[in-house]
């Protein structure tokens, strides 16, 4: 059964950085592209940056250069370092794959910056 547990959240002011964790277990986890999203107050869903399981990465425009994903398939995490953070990037961050997991979603970790 698949579960995917979000941590590293919190706030911080404009300009500072956090590092969020996702730990996975059910799955075969380095096999898997795995993907951040986020979700602001009253918006959709977003993907912010995936990893495919060969290290190869993408990011939104939006983060480009501020965010970094990385994965440690030994221990089954997936990381995402997020720096220069901005107030347009609160929300509520979430892993997954880009093919979802049967409508799986963790609970997801809050981010708040302030300006």
């Known amino acids: 059964q698949v579960r995917l547990v979000e941590s590293g959240g919190g706030s911080v002011q404009a300009g500072g950085s956090l590092r969020l964790s996702c730990a996975a277990s059910?799955?075969?986890?380095?096999?898997?592209?795995m993907a951040w999203y986020r979700q602001a107050p009253g918006k959709e869903r977003e993907l912010v940056a995936s990893?495919?399981?060969?290290?190869?990465?993408y990011y939104a425009d939006s983060v480009k250069g501020r965010f970094t994903v990385s994965r440690n398939n030994a221990y089954m995490r997936l990381l995402l370092q997020m720096n220069n953070l901005k107030p347009e990037d609160t929300g509520t961050y979430y892993c997954?794959?880009?093919?979802?997991?049967?409508?799986?979603w963790g609970q997801g970790t809050r981010v708040a910056v302030s300006s």
């Open positions: 059910g799955i075969n986890f380095g096999i898997n592209h």
């Open positions: 990893i495919t399981s060969s290290g190869s990465t």
């Open positions: 997954n794959r880009p093919t979802g997991f049967g409508g799986y």
